[in-house]
């Protein structure tokens, strides 16, 4: 189901608890939610529909792609840039890490182990920021 984007940032910088099979719903609307809006929005994370859980989600090409409970366990090479946020008015600057490796559950909750890099990696700090309660 297509949920609401959250404009409050005091319910955005509440550090997200980590997500469990209860939780397959939430998944379900995030991904519904990032189509509905996916013409200005390649990625987000749950509480920005109201959902306190650490579930992102991030448009990897044409193909939206779960992460459930993801750490970001190596970054490399940080760079300055300039992001914006579906739930915030405006451009922020933020250092972000080129290449980051994360361990996260699938969609299936199967473990999972992945190293990106370019806009992919960005778009994943940024939703993991998040669930951490970290505004841009």
């Given at each position: 189901?297509?949920?609401?984007i959250?404009?409050?940032?005091?319910?955005?910088?509440?550090?997200?608890?980590?997500?469990?099979?209860?939780?397959?719903?939430?998944?379900?609307?995030?991904?519904?939610?990032?189509r509905?809006h996916?013409?200005?929005?390649?990625?987000?994370?749950?509480?920005?529909?109201?959902?306190?859980q650490?579930?992102?989600?991030?448009?990897?090409?044409?193909l939206?792609?779960?992460?459930?409970?993801?750490?970001?366990?190596?970054?490399?090479a940080?760079?300055?840039?300039?992001?914006?946020?579906?739930?915030?008015?405006?451009?922020?600057?933020?250092?972000?890490?080129?290449?980051?490796?994360?361990?996260?559950?699938?969609?299936?909750?199967?473990?999972q182990?992945?190293?990106?890099?370019?806009?992919?990696?960005?778009?994943?700090?940024?939703?993991?920021?998040?669930?951490?309660?970290?505004?841009?």
């Open positions: 189901m297509i949920r609401p959250v404009h409050n940032p005091q319910h955005l910088q509440t550090k997200a608890v980590p997500a469990t099979r209860a939780d397959a719903g939430v998944v379900t609307d995030l991904l519904d939610t990032l509905a996916q013409a200005n929005c390649v990625g987000m994370a749950a509480n920005m529909i109201g959902q306190n650490r579930i992102i989600v991030v448009l990897m090409g044409v939206p792609v779960a992460m459930i409970n993801p750490q970001i366990t190596q970054k490399r940080p760079f300055q840039t300039q992001e914006g946020c579906l739930s915030l008015t405006g451009q922020r600057p933020t250092t972000r890490y080129k290449t980051i490796t994360v361990d996260y559950l699938n969609a299936q909750f199967q473990p182990h992945q190293e990106f890099s370019g806009f992919i990696a960005q778009i994943i700090q940024h939703e993991v920021d998040h669930c951490q309660g970290i505004l841009i």
